[in-house]
């Protein structure tokens, strides 16, 4: 059974700083097209940060410069490393996988964490 299980979500201030984790069990990270998504009440899921089976990092306008996503194998989990954080960057935040399909496509992903909020205050 797939799960992927986020976690480091939390309140912080406008211009702090957040990593989150999305530790991954009954699949291989390494195999799998990896992305994150973000919520914010009243929106539709919305594309934040992938990365491709080779390596490759994409992401939204809004967060590049100032997210990074990466992996560790070894420990089979995604980070998300969110730096600079703005009031409007407040959502539950989930980590997915897929095998197929285009990483910014909600649709394409296969499997879903349960999410993590996060809250910057102004």
């Known amino acids: 059974q797939v799960q992927l299980v986020e976690s480091g979500g939390g309140l912080v201030q406008a211009g702090g700083s957040l990593r989150l984790s999305c530790a991954a069990s009954g699949l291989t990270i390494g195999s799998y097209a990896m992305g994150w998504f973000r919520q914010a009440p009243g929106k539709e899921r919305e594309f934040i940060a992938a990365?491709?089976?080779?390596?490759?990092?994409y992401y939204a306008d809004s967060v590049k410069g100032r997210f990074t996503i990466s992996r560790d194998n070894a420990k089979n989990t995604v980070y998300l490393q969110m730096n600079t954080l703005k009031p409007e960057d407040t959502a539950v935040y989930y980590c997915?996988?897929?095998?197929?399909?285009?990483?910014?496509?909600?649709?394409?992903?296969?499997?879903w964490g349960q999410g993590t909020q996060v809250t910057v205050s102004s």
């Open positions: 990365m491709s089976w080779s390596g490759g990092t």
């Open positions: 997915a996988a897929r095998q197929h399909g285009r990483y910014w496509n909600v649709d394409d992903y296969d499997y």
